[in-house]
């Protein structure tokens, strides 16, 4: 059974920063691309980041690009996000997911077919 686990939410102060993290079990997540989408409150889920499954090429959203970083740890089975600068619009659940192998695009929600259950991000004073 294919698992995703986020975890390194929390509540930080604009401009702080975080990690997050997402373990992976079930499946050889080395050979597949993965990616972090997010949904703020009353919005749609939207895409952050994705890296190819040998690390060799990231994605980003213009919203987040030269402030976030997504890299992954193939012995590890983990996805991490790193995030800076944040601010109040950052604010959301933060997905990890794993992207279909037969898929050549990597920004949309369909292109993924496993899901973990989010970690909350609050960016507040």
């Known amino acids: 059974e294919v698992q995703l686990v986020e975890s390194g939410g929390g509540l930080v102060q604009p401009g702080g920063s975080l990690r997050l993290f997402c373990a992976a079990s079930g499946f050889t997540f080395g050979n597949y691309d993965m990616g972090w989408f997010r949904q703020a409150p009353g919005k749609e889920r939207e895409f952050a980041a994705a890296?190819?499954?040998?690390?060799?090429?990231?994605y980003y959203a213009d919203s987040v690009r030269g402030r976030f970083t997504i890299s992954r740890d193939n012995a590890k089975n983990t996805l991490y996000l790193q995030m800076n600068s944040l601010n109040n619009e950052d604010r959301a659940v933060y997905y990890c997911a794993r992207k279909r192998a037969n898929r050549a695009t990597l920004r949309y929600i369909s292109d993924y077919d496993n899901w973990g259950q989010g970690t909350q991000v609050i960016v507040s004073s």
């Open positions: 890296i190819r499954w040998n690390a060799g090429t990231t």
